[in-house]
């Protein structure tokens, strides 16, 4: 797999039935190595070990309903109240991110009410906070650490 724009991280992967697997930390579980899940596992080390966010408050690849249509969401942070904090929606490094991207994960977060949202393909990424008395979202340098 290609070199991302993250720090460098170590993995765990193992090989079955001619596919690459990764360990998934959240999912405690191997999963197939796709350039998705690639940029996908770099963004959970980048979020646990650079903004010090706990395993326990991290979920990825939940589905969600909306309009009638199951859909999955890559990352999201809790609170510790429960809340949302944050929701990520991780592309493949070949995939330009553009107002589609945005569109998505707005679209997820009409159900979510994350607090930022973060878009990344590995190689850009992309921070935002919500703003939802004027129904709009603010671009950021980057998403606050964790704090208790």
Known sequence: ???????????RFKNRENKIYIFDAIRKKF??????????QHTVQFLLQE??????LINVEKELIFNNLKKRYDIVIFNSDGSIFLVVECKRSTITIN???????ARYNMILDAEYLMVTNGMNHYYCTMDYEAQQYHFLREIPDYEL
């Not at 903004?51 to 326990?56: E, M, R």
């Open 1 to 11: 797999m290609e070199l991302l724009n993250f720090p460098k991280y170590s993995f």
């Open 31 to 40: 999963v197939v190595l796709t350039p998705e899940e690639w940029v996908r």
């Open 51 to 56: 903004k010090n966010y706990p395993i326990s």
């Open 99 to 105: 107002q589609q991207t945005f569109d998505q994960i």
